[in-house]
């Protein structure tokens, strides 16, 4: 499935075609093979990320070398360190491919036209900030206090698509689990719904 960005906009940020098709000529489009890296660990990042088809994944990896997926990022989703880029610190995170991936490069620059042509696009670029403070707020409530169960049932709600699409060690590394706690909760959560 893809995702056209500016067919988003349209639909979701209240731009109209003449608008999205101004835009569209300064938008950076990039095709990302599998694996490649979007951000490192370090590096200063100048870009949040859209993804029309594919699938990103964001992530730090501790001292220890071991992954902690904080966000996958599947079509019509955004994603980058916005820490980094809005106070142009070296990122604490990567961000790479999990699947051949077709991205917009989004500069704070573009979404300040985007807003700048549209109170709608206005209003939606501060929700997206709102939902994306929301998103991690519950994520921190679930690691801190929530049950692997209660996880993966967030995870299958927020992710429904995924579950083909994600190695299960990339699943437990979200779930802020081993790979076999995460086999012994499907094993659970099917003998549930086996036993209804």
Known sequence: MQ?????????NGGLL???????????????????????????????????????????SIDKAGKEHIVQFAPEGWFTGDRGSIYFQEGSEYFIDAIEEST????STE???QAAAKSDDFR??????????IHHLQKRIRLLISA?????????TAVYPDLLQRV?????????GITPESLSRVRKALAKKDGSD
Do not use: C
Not at 103 to 106: G, Q
Not at 147 to 155: I, V
């Open 3 to 11: 995702i056209s960005f500016t067919d988003f906009l349209e639909k």
């Open 17 to 59: 075609p003449a608008e999205t098709a101004v835009l569209d000529n300064s938008l950076s489009r990039h095709t990302v093979e599998k694996g490649g890296f979007l951000l490192r660990e370090g590096a200063v990042s100048r870009h949040f990320y859209f993804v029309e088809k594919g699938l990103l994944r964001f992530y």
């Open 103 to 106: 991205v917009v490069f989004l």
């Open 110 to 112: 573009i979404m300040q």
């Open 123 to 132: 209003r939606y670029n501060e929700r997206l900030l709102q939902n994306h």
């Open 147 to 155: 049950s692997a169960e209660e996880r993966y049932l967030d995870f």
């Open 167 to 175: 190695p299960q060690w990339m699943i437990a590394s979200y779930l």
